[in-house]
């Protein structure tokens, strides 16, 4: 019994020690008595506003200012080709010759009967040079005045005339014999047949001299028909109407062969291509750009293309043309622009890309890109707030340049300062403390703590 008792006893101590040690003195107790966490040592930089390029990129190809395919206006045996794939050649500059035998003979048959028709006329071949250049083939040349003048000096229709004018002479004075009473009604009849007579072969011989003037007329087209024939046996190079806008006239034009499909001594249908032909200099770039920048790309802006073949180089362009209309399918539009190729280092079929400048100074937002964060897909940066920083999780990344970046946001202010490093240990309202930055720091980070701590 004695025994149970002193258990009892001894268990109602230990029960109030341990009731003891659960008191302030225990690590709930420490705990509280710790306080806030401290702040957290960082460095910032400054947000700055500074010019940027606005730009849309695209990719395209590249083609001539024009690309023809030249054909044969004739048929025939090819007798000679001038030119070869690479050469550069002159507009009007000549390119195959075709055989002209037989356009020679035509052109000599039209112009033996066109000669001919002039004979009967008595007209030499100037003067009806003349007369064309003055009225033109059309029908005042074959009934007015001065055709008329011709035409009364023709030999048949002179003799007419003559004939005409003798018949009235022999009516007159058989009418006076008839008024005498010497004369008998016959004979005054006789001579009225006569006289009527003279005059419709008078108007017919007229008529007559004018078909030969339109005879004349057809064999002088006939004959203008087998000469040009005979210059279309020669292929010329085409003769642009205007010059590219980098050329001062047409004369400066050239075109570069990119293909030659005849040789000599082959025969040839009309309408047969034989060279094909490009303008190197300017080129045009055809890219197809989002349909969502329609809104930002016009004609006359900036653009710089750049090739494979020569890297880390560019080349200056301008938009030139847009077209109207979006492709169903892909959903983007054709944009024109116009590259001068005075070195010929841009070749026409290649494939290109482009940057168009749409906005050359726009004011921007930009911080280091060291301020950004991006984890698990969100994009934030952090803004020092006195002693506490504020976070900005809702950033949208934009142009980019040498250890910078713009950003925007709704909660991003244009000036202050952001975090650059410890923002591993941030939380929206951290609190902060600014410290310098650590001696192997990039110089650059250097000296914008630097700046922060002079604005201080």
């Not at 001038?82 to 009007?92: E, N, T, V």
């Not at 003279?198 to 008529?207: C, L, P, R, T, V």
Request: proline letters at 7%.
């Amino acid at each position: 019994m004695r025994l149970r008792m002193l258990a009892t006893a001894a268990a109602a101590i230990m029960a109030a020690a341990i009731a003891g040690c659960s008191g302030e003195t225990g690590p709930a107790a420490e705990k509280a008595e710790e306080g806030p966490p401290p702040p957290v040592p960082i460095t910032v930089a400054a947000i700055q506003r500074r010019p940027i390029e606005r730009t849309i990129e695209a990719v395209g190809s590249l083609r001539g200012w024009e690309q023809v395919t030249v054909g044969s206006k004739r048929s025939g045996r090819v007798l000679q080709v001038f030119h070869d794939i690479g050469d550069r050649i002159k507009p009007d500059e000549p390119l195959v010759q075709l055989d002209p035998v037989d356009a020679k003979l035509e052109r000599s048959v039209a112009e033996s009967m066109y000669l001919a028709e002039l004979v009967r006329l008595g007209v030499t071949s100037e003067m009806a040079d003349e007369f064309v250049r003055h009225y033109g083939i059309t029908e005042t040349l074959v009934s007015g005045p001065q055709t008329e003048a011709i035409i009364e000096k023709v030999p048949a229709v002179v003799q007419y005339r003559v004939a005409m004018e003798r018949a009235s002479q022999n009516l007159a004075r058989q009418r006076k014999l008839d008024q005498r009473g010497a004369g008998t009604a016959q004979e005054l009849e006789d001579m009225e047949s006569e006289y009527r007579t003279s005059i419709a072969a008078f108007d017919n011989a007229k008529s007559a001299a004018r078909n030969i003037v339109a005879m004349a007329l057809a064999n002088r087209v006939s004959r203008d028909q087998a000469e040009q024939k005979l210059a279309d046996l020669t292929v010329l190079a085409p003769r642009p109407m205007e010059p590219p806008p980098t050329k001062g006239s047409v004369a400066d034009v050239a075109y570069a062969v990119s293909r030659r499909s005849v040789a000599e001594g082959q025969m040839i249908r009309e309408g047969d291509a034989v060279f094909d032909l490009v303008i190197e200099n300017p080129l045009r770039l055809w890219a197809n750009v989002p349909e969502r920048y329609s809104g930002q790309i016009e004609p006359g802006q900036p653009a710089r293309i750049s090739v494979a073949s020569h890297p880390g180089r560019t080349f200056e362009a301008r938009v030139s043309r847009i077209n109207p209309t979006v492709d169903a399918a892909s959903r983007t539009f054709q944009v024109e622009a116009l590259a001068p190729n005075d070195e010929g280092l841009l070749r026409p079929g290649g494939f290109a890309k482009a940057v168009v400048v749409v906005e050359a100074e726009a004011e921007a937002t930009v911080v280091p890109i060291e301020a950004v964060v991006q984890f698990a897909g969100v994009t934030k940066l952090f803004v020092l707030e006195d002693d506490h920083v504020r976070v900005v999780d809702d950033l949208k990344l934009g142009k980019e340049g040498t250890g910078w970046v713009e950003v925007s946001s709704p909660s991003m202010p244009s000036s202050g300062r952001v975090v650059v490093t410890g923002m591993t240990k941030l939380a929206d309202a951290s609190r902060v403390v600014v410290r310098e930055p650590e001696p192997d720091a990039e110089p650059a980070l250097q000296a914008e703590a630097a700046t922060n701590g002079a604005k201080k």
